[in-house]
């Protein structure tokens, strides 16, 4: 019994931790983007669902500058865990902008035809870690 637990628990992340490259890429390659102001390159990595929610690359554009700051102005990424849920994968982003300040965020992650598209980003509460 024992055993088949933890066989199934494996077995259900193996298949998280074989793309997880390919999405902290997609991640990491849409907020270098962002950092090149090259807005029509960061819009290719939005799900069809984001894309339909703008005008045009320059609106998502906007909205990511204005709601989104320490994405926008990004120096250093980490990432934390990823979570697959429903076909989806949650992956806990932690970004520090130019300025020094470190915001968490919850980036949803959908599979399409075209690969790992980010289809919602969120912040999220950072604990407070002692050192």
Do not use: C
């Amino acid at each position: 019994m024992f055993k088949a637990l933890i066989t199934t628990t494996v077995m259900s992340f193996a298949p998280l931790v074989a793309v997880a490259d390919e999405m902290t890429d997609v991640i990491s390659d849409q907020l270098q983007a962002f950092q090149k102001r090259d807005v029509g390159t960061a819009w290719d990595y939005a799900s069809p669902m984001i894309q339909g929610q703008f005008v045009d690359p320059r609106s998502f554009a906007h909205i990511v500058e204005q709601g989104y700051g320490p994405i926008w102005n990004n120096a250093t990424v980490r990432f934390g865990i990823a979570m697959a849920k429903e076909g989806r994968v949650r992956q806990t982003v932690i970004v520090t902008d130019q300025t020094g300040q470190t915001q968490g965020y919850e980036y949803d992650m959908i599979e399409t035809d075209a690969g790992w598209k980010v289809n919602g980003v969120r912040p999220i509460d950072l604990p407070d870690i002692a050192v």
